[in-house]
């Protein structure tokens, strides 16, 4: 006989945590299917906005216990070497998916959460419940949360329209000895992509950059792209020549989308980047994911995971998230095109190093206020 849960979250990362860990604390037994073993590194910026610090430390945990840097100051600059530097409006914190996804687990654990290292394979909707399929066991439940990510082979099984189309978007990351100030976090512009900067709780420097695949295509190796084009900015060229890395080999991923999806797919709540991708130079991805982890479970909890509410849940969760993020989901589509645009690029940065706080302002439209 199959289990039969209340609720199943499929994936734990930030997003699948975070829901666990409000739905078990306010009562609810919660099962969690995430296929990896913590901790684990992930191709992240990792800079987090505060917006989500008051309610990570609600759930239970406070980032700054396991060393995050307190980064107040944004970094920018062209290919072409010009630069400017601004107070963020509302900060960050850097810290790495190694460390923080680990922690927030253990506070699953702690809080009661069951956590099964499966691969969740199918899901399915039937006679107003779900099936989940693993690579190990079936499961029953009333509701299932989609906290999967970017991509996974969920997509296909459900038939998302996003999944078929081809992505050119590869991103690569890896840890640093090197010169970086902890309250910095740096946003480095070179032809055809961007590279982030920060300090994580180790005192290691995340480089991680987002590049078009037909610019990342025209070289052999990493080494050689990195010599060729990203070396052409000169902050960056400095950055790589006074560091050492500390991964054995960067991590890579390729087809990242940021194309649209849908919110609730065949009854299935979607939440983070299962729901839609924001632009990585936003540096709102993780908040996003976290912060609809809270919308989720906000709204499963006021209808008490009444399966007889389903309808009302579904269409609450997709108002309050539309509400939230459509229009930072926009503003980072039409920045991310500037920002690859090299004159535009050179254009927009003497106008903001003469206005500063329009990019102050343009910070703001990709990002929300606190939680
Ligand atoms: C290059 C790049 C740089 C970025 N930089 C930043 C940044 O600096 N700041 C920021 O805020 N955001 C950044 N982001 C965005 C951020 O990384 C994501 O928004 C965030 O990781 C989303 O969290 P999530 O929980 O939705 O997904 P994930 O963290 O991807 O978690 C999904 C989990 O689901 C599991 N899973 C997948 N499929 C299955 C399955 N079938 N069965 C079971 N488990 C499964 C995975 O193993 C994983 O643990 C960046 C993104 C990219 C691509």
């Given at each position: 006989?199959?289990e039969?849960?209340q609720?199943?979250?499929?994936?734990?990362?930030?997003?699948?945590l975070?829901?666990?860990?409000q739905?078990q604390?306010a009562?609810y037994?919660?099962l969690?299917?995430?296929?990896?073993?913590?901790?684990k590194?992930k191709?992240?910026?990792?800079?987090?906005?505060?917006?989500?610090?008051d309610?990570?430390?609600?759930?239970?945990?406070?980032p700054?216990d396991?060393g995050?840097?307190?980064i107040t100051t944004?970094?920018?600059?062209?290919?072409?070497?010009?630069?400017?530097?601004i107070?963020?409006?509302?900060?960050?914190?850097?810290i790495?998916?190694?460390?923080?996804?680990?922690?927030?687990?253990?506070?699953?654990?702690q809080?009661?959460?069951?956590?099964h290292?499966?691969?969740?394979?199918?899901?399915?909707?039937?006679?107003n419940?779900?099936?989940v399929t693993?690579?190990?066991?079936?499961y029953?439940?009333s509701?299932?949360?989609g906290a999967y990510?970017?991509?996974s082979?969920?997509?296909?099984a459900?038939s998302?329209k996003?999944?078929?189309?081809?992505?050119?978007w590869?991103?690569v990351?890896?840890?640093?000895q090197g010169?970086?100030?902890?309250?910095v976090v740096?946003l480095?512009?070179?032809e055809g992509?961007?590279?982030?900067?920060?300090?994580?709780?180790t005192?290691?420097?995340?480089?991680?950059?987002l590049?078009?695949?037909?610019v990342?295509?025209?070289?052999?190796?990493?080494p050689?792209?990195?010599e060729?084009?990203?070396a052409?900015?000169r902050h960056?060229?400095?950055?790589?020549?006074e560091?050492n890395?500390l991964?054995?080999n960067?991590l890579?991923?390729s087809?990242v989308s940021?194309?649209?999806?849908?919110?609730?797919?065949?009854?299935?709540?979607?939440?983070g980047?299962s729901?839609?991708?924001?632009?990585p130079?936003?540096?709102?991805g993780?908040?996003?994911?976290?912060?609809?982890?809270?919308?989720v479970?906000?709204?499963?909890?006021?209808?008490?995971?009444?399966?007889n509410?389903?309808?009302?849940i579904?269409?609450?969760?997709k108002?309050?998230?539309?509400?939230?993020f459509d229009?930072?989901m926009?503003a980072?589509?039409?920045i991310?095109?500037g920002?690859?645009h090299?004159?535009?690029?050179?254009?927009?940065?003497a106008?903001?190093?003469?206005?500063p706080?329009?990019?102050?302002?343009?910070?703001?439209?990709t990002h929300?206020n606190?939680?």
């Amino acid at each position: 006989m199959k289990e039969k849960h209340q609720i199943i979250v499929v994936g734990g990362g930030l997003a699948g945590l975070c829901s666990s860990i409000q739905l078990q604390k306010a009562g609810y037994q919660v099962l969690l299917l995430e296929r990896h073993q913590y901790p684990k590194h992930k191709v992240c910026g990792e800079y987090i906005s505060n917006e989500v610090l008051d309610y990570l430390n609600q759930l239970g945990l406070n980032p700054f216990d396991l060393g995050a840097k307190n980064i107040t100051t944004f970094r920018f600059s062209s290919n072409k070497g010009a630069a400017l530097q601004i107070d963020l409006p509302l900060g960050g914190f850097g810290i790495s998916r190694y460390a923080l996804d680990a922690a927030l687990c253990n506070l699953a654990l702690q809080q009661g959460v069951c956590i099964h290292h499966e691969k969740v394979t199918a899901i399915g909707f039937t006679d107003n419940q779900f099936e989940v399929t693993t690579n190990k066991a079936s499961y029953n439940a009333s509701f299932v949360i989609g906290a999967y990510g970017k991509r996974s082979v969920l997509d296909k099984a459900l038939s998302r329209k996003f999944i078929t189309n081809k992505t050119p978007w590869v991103a690569v990351k890896a840890h640093y000895q090197g010169p970086q100030p902890a309250h910095v976090v740096g946003l480095h512009h070179f032809e055809g992509g961007y590279c982030g900067l920060s300090q994580v709780e180790t005192g290691a420097v995340n480089a991680c950059y987002l590049v078009h695949q037909e610019v990342f295509g025209r070289f052999k190796d990493i080494p050689s792209f990195q010599e060729n084009v990203i070396a052409k900015n000169r902050h960056l060229k400095a950055f790589y020549a006074e560091s050492n890395m500390l991964f054995e080999n960067p991590l890579t991923i390729s087809q990242v989308s940021f194309e649209s999806k849908t919110i609730v797919e065949d009854h299935v709540l979607m939440i983070g980047d299962s729901a839609g991708l924001i632009h990585p130079l936003c540096g709102n991805g993780m908040a996003m994911a976290i912060h609809s982890a809270k919308i989720v479970s906000d709204v499963l909890i006021a209808f008490k995971l009444d399966p007889n509410h389903r309808s009302t849940i579904e269409t609450q969760f997709k108002n309050r998230w539309h509400h939230h993020f459509d229009s930072r989901m926009r503003a980072g589509k039409w920045i991310q095109k500037g920002l690859l645009h090299s004159g535009l690029t050179a254009f927009g940065v003497a106008i903001l190093q003469r206005a500063p706080r329009l990019l102050s302002r343009l910070i703001k439209t990709t990002h929300g206020n606190r939680i």
